[in-house]
């Protein structure tokens, strides 16, 4: 008789492009969103939410990756076999509930939204599969004076973030411009012309010398991978690198619309070192048919390689008069644009403007007595009604070392303390481990250590919550939270 086989475990893994996040990164993130909200609500925009999922038609044929499977789009069939598909971004979505609920809207429409996007390209070193964005659109303003509000808002999200003049710039080009300058050079194929404006879109990647070869046959990375490339002919990658270089086009629709946010930016007090004109901004998506900005950092990092490199790009967008109009068959003009929430983070990081969202790590109440249970809870409450962290030790309390050692492998403050002893007297001990930290430096004795309890006091257990608030570390931390709310 044949053995039973053993069921194999599942082995545990992320896929590939995913990640997990941990608290200091979910803390800090939500941080800088509330900085943001602040700025999209002081410009009038206000909030809303679509789900992950959309039906693959409504998000049509303006898909991130042609060349990976579902078109870069991680894709389903429902039970009425009807496909479904993973939001690449948040514009796409936002056209399907504006045209769904165009009778109800109040134009210009102006909304802003967070969440989840996902791509299904080829994962990379801070190129992740799943990512989140954060966008702000203006729906229904056919005016330049939108987009240039949409410009000044991304400089003043910048800033508002600590990011100072000098270390960011919002670049300005004109899609009506690079249609011109393709026209005229014979690039009428939608296909070739996509195909190009993706090439220059990789400019700050891989410079003027990777475009010649993505407007030509095509580009092999360093792992051998090959990007077909444009197709374009010597005369006419000339022409498009002669564009990227500044050559001066004439008599090509756009111009004047480029002029004029220029002059309204500039009126509104933002030169050109915070939002500047610059021909090689083309941004890669389909359907953006007049504007397109991005938000790039100037200041230098080192990248997986040991190089130091630019930061780069951390959002845009652009104009797309024509993405509602698939589902209303009117054009209804709409202009926005999205943060890379992640690489935003990142740049931060490496600015040092993250440096103090760390959350203090809770009180711990030891359980000394398994029948008092409800009188530590009732420590642990007093403790947050007071808004300071705290938590009950869930664990085995029979060892009461293992409870002390739980506290300081989470870098707690402070321990709370109540045996019998403490009860009767009606007191508590308070363990300032950050305190007893140091002071254990200086004592190599363990028999000393242990009599000395270095950090560590009795207090009236009436005046237990008052004290934890004058250790230094909750003082630092809760009075500057304080004083910073108000």
Same mark, same amino acid.
């Given at each position: ?227 077909? !490339? $444009? %197709?374009?002919? &010597?005369?006419?990658? +000339? ?6 270089? @500044?050559? /001066? ?17 500039? !009126? $509104? %007090?933002?030169? &050109?070192?915070?939002? +500047? ?6 941004? @890669?998506? /389909? ?34 008069? @024509? ?164």
């Amino acid at each position: 008789m044949a053995k039973k086989q053993k069921k194999q475990k599942a082995k545990a893994r992320l896929v590939r492009g995913f990640n997990d996040r941990l608290a200091d990164d979910i803390r800090a993130t939500n941080d800088m969103m509330a900085k943001i909200h602040k700025v999209f609500e002081l410009y009038g925009f206000d909030p809303i939410e679509t789900p992950f999922l959309e039906y693959s038609d409504a998000l049509g044929k303006f898909l991130p990756d042609e060349d990976r499977p579902n078109a870069g789009v991680f894709s389903l069939q429902d039970e009425d076999e009807q496909w479904l598909s993973l939001r690449y971004d948040l514009t796409a979505p936002l056209a399907r509930h504006v045209a769904q609920n165009i009778n109800e809207i109040n134009f210009p429409y102006r909304t802003y939204r967070q969440g989840w996007v996902f791509r299904n390209e080829k994962p990379g070193p801070g190129r992740f599969r799943q990512f989140m964005q954060f966008d702000a659109d203006i729906v229904g303003a056919p005016n330049i004076s939108a987009d240039a509000e949409i410009c000044m808002m991304m400089a003043d999200t910048m800033e508002a973030l600590g990011i100072k003049k000098g270390d960011y710039v919002i670049r300005v080009n004109n899609r009506k411009v690079l249609d011109g300058v393709l026209e005229a050079i014979g690039v009428i194929d939608e296909e070739q012309k996509l195909s190009v404006l993706r090439a220059i879109d990789k400019l700050d990647k891989f410079g003027i010398e990777g475009i010649k070869l993505l407007l030509g046959e095509g580009r092999k990375d360093e792992s051998g991978d090959f990007t077909k !490339g $444009a %197709g374009l002919n &010597e005369a006419q990658s +000339k022409s498009v690198i002669d564009y990227l270089n @500044g050559a /001066e086009q004439n008599n090509i629709d756009g111009i004047s619309e480029l002029e004029n946010l220029q002059q309204l930016v500039i !009126g $509104a %007090g933002y030169d &050109e070192n915070r939002i +500047k004109i610059d021909p090689s901004c083309v941004r @890669g998506l /389909e359907y953006y048919t007049g504007m397109v900005y991005e938000a790039e950092l100037l200041f230098d990092v080192t990248n997986e390689k040991g190089q130091k490199v630019q930061f780069g790009s951390v959002g845009g967008g652009g104009r797309y008069d @024509g993405l509602i109009k698939r589902f209303t068959g009117q054009t209804v003009p709409a202009t926005g644009f999205s943060i890379g929430v992640s690489r935003l983070l990142t740049a931060l990081k490496n600015l040092g403007k993250l440096e103090n969202n760390e959350m203090p790590a809770p009180i711990i109440v030891c359980v000394m007595d398994k029948t008092r249970i409800s009188e530590y809870q009732k420590m642990v409450t007093e403790l947050r009604e007071a808004g300071i962290r705290a938590e009950l030790y869930q664990g085995n309390p029979k060892n009461f070392g293992k409870q002390l050692q739980y506290a300081d492998r989470r870098n707690c403050p402070a321990a709370i303390i109540a045996g019998s002893d403490e009860f009767n007297k009606g007191t508590v001990q308070i363990k300032d481990l950050i305190a007893g930290k140091e002071a254990s430096k200086n004592i190599k004795d363990n028999k000393i250590w242990k009599s000395k309890r270095p950090g560590q006091f009795e207090v009236k257990r009436s005046e237990m919550v008052e004290k934890i608030k004058e250790l230094p570390a909750i003082r630092v931390y809760y009075r500057g939270a304080n004083d910073a709310a108000n």
